[in-house]
């Protein structure tokens, strides 16, 4: 089992559309999650990290769910800027080192 | 921009040269770390220094050398690489705790060996 994973998509929807993407990891003792967006040929960028709690920003709302071992990404009225693949990364328990899921491409169409 | 500066951006070596990528950060974050991204696919971890000591070297081949002269500066020295090496070099930093802050990256640089 891969220790994360995402569906790749990619997810085509029209703009003002909300969408989805859910993540799975497989080391329960994992304590840190986050969402990185990537724009073709550029670097990985911090979109937002994943709180027990659930968190928001602007559109988007990160949730966790500890029990399932999964995270979850939604984003409302999704904008054609918003078109980019969207990374789950996890950290693993042990150092700094945070591993990455291969990615859920999402296309934003007008 | 990007706080964490990668040089050079693009890069062509031949199988023979000796080549070095250079990173630099000012954000006082005291781990740093080397990644490696293939068209289409998910950065896959290289090297991680933390407190410019290296700790984690995740088996990558002896043609690749990594150096932390200080706390801000981090080289990756290339050597006798071969085509499949061919890729978006990532560097990227974060304060001791990465699990609670996440990275910063570079922009990259793109290596092509011919």
């Known amino acids: 089992r891969k220790e994360v994973e995402q569906d790749p998509g990619p997810f085509n929807v029209p703009e003002g559309a909300t969408v989805a993407f859910n993540c799975t990891y497989s080391n329960s003792a994992s304590q840190s999650f986050f969402w990185y967006r990537q724009d073709c040929r550029k670097e990985p960028k911090l979109l937002m990290s994943v709180y027990s709690s659930g968190n928001e920003d602007g559109r988007f709302t990160a949730q966790l769910n500890r029990a399932s071992q999964y995270i979850s990404l939604l984003i409302r009225d999704s904008k054609l800027s918003d078109s980019a693949t969207y990374l789950c990364?996890?950290?693993?328990?042990?150092?700094?080192?945070?591993?990455f899921g291969a990615g859920t491409i999402l296309r934003v169409k007008s | 921009d990007t706080e964490v500066t990668q040089t050079p951006k693009h890069l062509v070596m031949g199988m023979t040269n000796k080549k070095s990528l250079k990173c630099e950060q000012h954000?006082?974050?005291?781990?740093m770390y080397w990644y490696k991204q293939k068209a289409k696919k998910p950065p896959e971890l290289m090297f991680v220094?933390?407190?410019?000591?290296?700790?984690i070297n995740e088996s990558v081949p002896s043609r690749f050398s990594p150096e932390c002269p200080n706390s801000s500066l981090l080289n990756l020295h290339l050597h006798a690489l071969q085509p499949e090496d061919s890729a978006l070099y990532l560097c990227?930093?974060?304060?001791?705790?990465?699990?609670?802050?996440?990275?910063?990256f570079g922009s990259g640089t793109r290596l092509t060996v011919v």
């Open positions: 990364v996890v950290n693993m328990e042990y150092g700094n080192k945070l591993v």
């Open positions: 954000m006082g974050h005291r781990a």
């Open positions: 220094y933390s407190y410019e000591k290296l700790s």
């Open positions: 990227a930093s974060s304060q001791d705790g990465a699990r609670v802050t996440g990275y910063t």
